[in-house]
């Protein structure tokens, strides 16, 4: 199981920085329609969640 929720965390946070190179470019941040931009933040406050979740999982193990 922990190799498991392990797995998990290293894709959540891959996703996750992912998300956020993509949130650091002025370019896309300059370009993109606003329902884009929400779209990406809502994303990486869902992925923050989801690795909060996996590491409580992991404490709690």
Same mark, same amino acid.
């Given at each position: 199981?922990? /190799? #498991? $929720?392990? @797995?998990? +965390?290293?894709?959540?946070?891959?996703? +996750? #920085? =992912?998300?956020?190179?993509? $949130? =650091?470019? @002025?370019?896309?941040? &300059? &370009?993109?329609?606003?329902?884009? !931009?929400?779209?990406?933040?809502?994303? @990486?406050?869902?992925? +923050?969640? #989801? !690795? @909060?979740? /996996?590491? =409580? =999982? $992991?404490? &709690? +193990?």
């Amino acid at each position: 199981e922990k /190799i #498991k $929720l392990n @797995e998990e +965390l290293q894709r959540a946070e891959g996703f +996750l #920085k =992912s998300v956020q190179q993509k $949130l =650091s470019n @002025e370019r896309f941040v &300059s &370009s993109a329609p606003p329902q884009v !931009i929400a779209m990406e933040r809502k994303k @990486e406050a869902d992925a +923050l969640a #989801k !690795i @909060e979740m /996996i590491k =409580s =999982s $992991l404490q &709690s +193990l």
